[in-house]
């Protein structure tokens, strides 16, 4: 199948002081993928999301989304088209459930029957109990918050989500629950998905693709399989053994 | 001409015409020191003036005589009692006591003119209880410096002034180095109680009778004449030459009994200077004079009033300023050291010396008052803003830049809200020490709750003190109540419930 990258990043570069997160780095993702970055911590995962959000500008190469150069100047508008969400979801403290969901599209005009059938629509994708809308985040549990933070990235209805350990914090019942939940609504909804987790396990569950980073360059992109089957070297084959030693061999699909 | 229109006319022919009644009426602004003669003399001043016809007002206990001079030369008083040795040493900073002619010559070339001497010599003199001067044989300043371990309590202005304690201790060569600085009021108490052994007194002072102290002699002459005068600008007899005329019947008219008299009646019997004012003109003068007693509760819906003015005007200036500055402050981290350190200096300036320096610039009254209530107000302001934006967990700024949310937008939904619990905690402290501070406005002439405070002091009277130190703590009880129910209704309930 050939269509266009949605996102395509050439010789990305970016240090912090004296680490390199992010070293002359090359991706390509095509439209309706789920492509998972793992890595060993300061492998530059979190920081290729933030390059593309705008947060952070690298020192060289060029990243593009849809066909247009991310730039302190262009990112503003493109950032519509992109959902993030953080570990610990970066919910507003002050605002309702529904207030958080609901602000840009606000901000932007939206009529309010218009936003509020958009709300309806996310809670019901989501499952997040109509009673939790009205609270705020102090009041909702670890995962309700995620719902949350899901639904306000969804709220524009973006092209791609950009998701940084989104379950990273809570604990692995709920976790396990939201797992399943997230995979259906990614496969319902058909968007470019780009997630970041240090679980190999996750990152096999959801990706498509995985791509394995270290240092800040990409060892290995590929799907589970080929990680385990064929790592390219000795490194990707370290990595994997290191996170499946304690799990299961290789399942399809075992969770409904 | 219609019915309404006619009525129109009519009320502006009405309002024309008093305000040509007005302009008739001179306007004349007597001024006074915060001690109890100076106020006396003020008012008799203002009672006599008022004879005239013309519309007085007197601006009583302004602070000391700086501040007075500069209020002279700036308009805001038109005239004010005084002292020859004060103006040649204080005003004019002559070396030797200069003649009353080289005064008046000297203060004509200030646009000033000097008045013939009133009739009493007020100078300087040190006091002590006669008991102790006995035991220890003093009765001479000269006897002193064979005592040096007497403990020294002066009034500040005879600490700073030339013709005070630096001058005296050269020209007796005086040993003593227990010397303390203290309100002239003050001082007498801690004469009575025994934590001092020597004061400075006014020769005119009632206390001097009332303690049994005695005055030492000034056996090398160091202190020069303190003949009470009266100045005025030179403008005054164009303006009002009968107020001019009426003032000048109190030429050689008051005796230095006489105004030992009248001081006792103030401190002693607590008598209003008003009605000693009154009294004096009566029987001296043969006058009927005009006094306006003003009620306790009147006095205190004032004085409120004044207050209240003070701190709203100033706070409101300083939320106006402080926020912005803050914000810029947390934006941009160079110019926000500079901000938060030029700020923190203002902190530093001691508040008489800060309400001393506006002076010059704005004059006295709320003015002054008001802008250094409001440099004061802005560093509480400033840092919590600041302190409140650059504590919001950098997740959350960035989750808001992500979302595609404009800088503008941030500010104003995410980071000011977040941080308005700091925010109103800034303002809250800063309306809780304007509070306080305002008090101090009374010494340039801003009343508010410090008039009745100085007055109390100046004549040792707690209640009278009570009268403005109470309702001052009242009110910034009222206002820490006001910023509680504020933070109900500016900070978001998301941030005021506990987790769990």
């Known amino acids: 199948m050939l269509s266009s990258p949605v996102i395509e990043l050439e010789q990305i570069s970016k240090a912090f002081g004296a680490t390199q997160a992010l070293d002359r780095l090359d991706l390509h993702v095509e439209a309706g993928q789920t492509s998972v970055l793992i890595g060993p911590s300061g492998c530059g995962k979190s920081t290729l999301l933030r390059v593309l959000v705008g947060l952070i500008e690298p020192d060289g190469g060029t990243a593009t989304f849809e066909g247009t150069t991310i730039t302190p100047q262009s990112v503003h508008a493109l950032r519509r088209r992109m959902g993030y969400v953080i570990q610990e979801g970066g919910l507003f403290p002050h605002l309702t459930a529904t207030e958080n969901v609901v602000l840009m599209a606000r901000q932007l005009g939206w009529p309010e029957p218009k936003w509020r059938s958009r709300l309806g629509e996310l809670a019901e994708l989501t499952r997040l109990p109509t009673d939790a809308l009205g609270r705020y985040p102090i009041e909702l549990s670890g995962g309700q918050r995620q719902r949350v933070s899901l639904m306000r ?79 390219r070297n000795e490194f990707v084959r370290a990595f994997v053994n290191a996170q499946r030693s304690t799990v299961a061999p290789l399942r399809e699909d075992p969770r409904p | 001409m219609s019915g309404i229109a006619r009525h129109l006319f009519g009320v502006l ?354 003015a002054p008052a008001i802008v250094a209530l409001f440099l004061y107000s802005l560093l509480p302001i400033v840092r919590n803003t600041y302190a409140g934006l650059h504590d919001i967990p950098r997740p959350i700024v960035e989750s808001a830049i992500a979302l595609g949310l404009s800088p503008s937008q941030r500010l104003r939904l995410i980071e000011l809200p977040l941080a308005a619990r700091s925010i109103l905690a800034g303002i809250k402290t800063s309306a809780v020490i304007n509070v306080g501070t305002a008090t101090l406005g009374a010494l340039i002439g801003t009343g508010g709750y410090g008039q009745p405070i100085l007055t109390g002091i100046r004549l040792d009277d707690v209640g009278l003190i009570m009268q403005g130190a109470l309702p001052a703590a009242g009110l910034a009880l009222l206002c820490q109540a006001a910023f509680e129910i504020a933070e109900r209704r500016f900070v978001s309930k998301g941030l005021r419930i506990k987790a769990g």
Not at chain 2, 45 to 73: D, F, M, N, P, Y
Not at chain 2, 268 to 291: C, K, Y
Request: hydrophobic share 45%.
């Open chain 2, 13 to 366: 022919v009405l309002v024309l015409s008093a305000q040509a009644v007005f302009a008739q009426e001179p306007s004349v602004t007597v001024g006074s020191k915060k001690f109890t003669e100076s106020v006396i003399l003020g008012e008799i001043l203002t009672q006599l003036a008022a004879t005239t016809g013309a519309e007085v007002e007197h601006r009583s206990e302004l602070g000391g005589t700086r501040i007075l001079w500069s209020a002279l030369k700036r308009g805001e008083i038109d005239l004010y009692p005084e002292y020859t040795g004060t103006i040649s040493k204080e005003i004019l900073q002559a070396g030797d006591a200069a003649t009353i002619n080289e005064i008046r010559d000297a203060l004509k070339a200030e646009g000033m003119i000097v008045s013939e001497p009133l009739g009493f010599n007020n100078t300087y003199i040190l006091g002590m209880k006669k008991d102790l001067a006995e035991k220890r044989g003093i009765r001479r300043i000269s006897d002193l410096a064979r005592h040096p371990d007497l403990r020294f309590g002066f009034s500040n202005e005879f600490l700073d002034r030339e013709d005070g304690w630096p001058g005296l201790r050269r020209d007796y060569a005086l040993p003593q180095r227990d010397v303390r600085g203290m309100d002239h009021d003050l001082a007498y108490r801690g004469l009575a109680a025994g934590s001092i052994d020597i004061v400075d007194l006014y020769s005119t002072d009632a206390e001097i009778e009332y303690y049994g102290l005695l005055a030492l002699e000034d056996d090398r002459a160091h202190f020069p004449r303190y003949d009470s005068v009266i100045v005025y600008r030179d403008d005054l007899e164009g303006r009002a030459a009968e107020v001019v005329t009426a003032i000048s019947a109190l030429e050689h008219a008051i005796t230095a009994a006489d105004m030992i008299a009248m001081n006792a009646k103030a401190k002693v019997e607590n008598v209003p200077e008003s009605r000693i004012a009154s009294e004096f003109l009566g029987r001296h003068l043969g006058m009927q004079t005009d006094r306006r007693d003003v009620g306790a509760w009147e006095r205190f819906w004032i004085h409120t009033v004044e207050h209240l003015f003070l701190v709203a005007v100033s706070l409101a200036g300083a939320i106006l300023i402080a926020i912005p500055l803050g914000v810029i402050a947390a934006r941009f981290s160079r110019v926000g050291q500079a901000i938060l350190g030029t700020v923190g200096i203002i902190q530093t300036i001691p508040a008489l010396a800060l309400l001393v320096f506006m002076i010059p610039l704005l004059g006295i009254g709320a």
């Open chain 1, 153 to 231: 990235a969804l709220m524009l209805d973006p092209h791609v989500l950009l998701m940084d350990e989104p379950l990273g914090a809570l604990d692995p019942m709920i976790r396990f629950e939201l797992q399943v939940e997230l995979r259906a609504i990614f496969r319902r909804l058909g968007k470019t998905v780009l997630l970041v987790t240090h679980d190999l396990d996750e990152a096999g569950f959801f990706g498509d693709f995985i791509v394995l980073l270290r240092n800040g360059r990409i060892e290995q992109r590929g799907t589970l399989e080929e990680l385990v089957n064929e790592p």
